[in-house]
């Protein structure tokens, strides 16, 4: 581990104990958070996709520590119900992006056995193949491979190790992330090596019938998360919109009920803005969520369509979900400016 990296693993600990993050609480710990997850596994052999897979024990982990500090577990709707209801006890709300199968077969038992509610945002595309998953592709292509060469954006990388393959798979999808125009290299570096992201999503995809049994649990709120899985902010505005609503309508379709909520693909700040919040509103929906960091205040009534998330990963310790509650990552996003995210 270089030292960038301990220097990044030790900061939460560094903030708990010197008192930034009680410090930082009363300004950004909001009386609520919702959590972001996406895949729970059972193993935890999952070292190139770790902001994608949370093992079951981990997320077991992360609930008992919630619980015991004080914290409820409501669904979404409740979530935004709470920040007009003032209470002394705070709260927290979790969401699942994407439709991975795991979300019935490993996580729904364990949030029955916590009776705690979720949201799972569906992308449609994802089952019937349509999803531009390139991001598993990424990770096929990484471990497959002991060099990759992105010629156009001028980057090479020896993967021959597991360190090095998650170095690589960091450093791209942070570049793609930063700035989209990259990714066309990317994905083209995976069709040159015959990987079908859409058929690596496909595989792993909620089916129309898990779908349905996943609906019916009380504790399951579905949502959409558009049909391709593609940067909204870089289509146009009609095309946009269709993504949220064919995502909504194929949905309600297989469900047969309501689909109000939404979350948008990748969801930082390259990739949604005011006008995918003015989409969603026209589109029907009643709440959507970005990736952007921090915690729930009452103000966020006034932006329902910009709702912050924390991501919850396999690493978690304490310090870390102390510094999520508290809002200190939030802070630290926004250079201690407005706790409250708007686009």
Known sequence: MNAHAVLKSAAPAIACYSGIAKALAFRYGGPGVIFMLHSTVGKSDTFLLEDLRCPVT???????????????????????????????????????????????????????????????????????????????????????HVRIELRDLDCRFDCVDQAAKKQAYVAITKRVHSDYDALPAVKAAIAAASIDSAALAQREALSNAQLRRLAASPLV??????????????????EAQQEMISSRRSLEHIIDREVVHFAYPFGNAN?????EAQLAQAAGFRTAVTTRRGTLFPRH???????????????????SLRCKVDGVYRALHSRIGDPVARM
């Open 271 to 275: 990739a949604c803005g005011q006008r």
């Open 221 to 238: 709120t579905v949502g959409a998360h558009s049909e391709r899985h593609i940067n909204l902010a870089r289509l146009p505005a009609a």
């Open 301 to 319: 009534l006034d932006h329902p369509f910009a709702l912050p998330r924390e991501p919850l990963r396999a690493e978690e310790t304490a310090f």
């Open 58 to 144: 981990a997320l077991e982990w992360i609930l008992s520590w919630l619980k015991d500090n004080g914290f409820q577990f409501v669904s979404l709707d409740e979530a935004m119900q709470r920040l007009s209801q003032p209470s002394p006890r705070r709260f927290c709300a979790f969401t699942f992006d994407d439709g991975y199968a795991d979300n019935l077969t490993h996580a729904l038992p364990l949030m029955e056995r916590f009776g705690a509610p979720f949201t799972v945002y569906v992308t449609t595309g994802m089952s019937i193949g349509t999803i531009d998953a390139w991001w598993l592709g990424l990770a096929a292509l990484i471990n497959t």
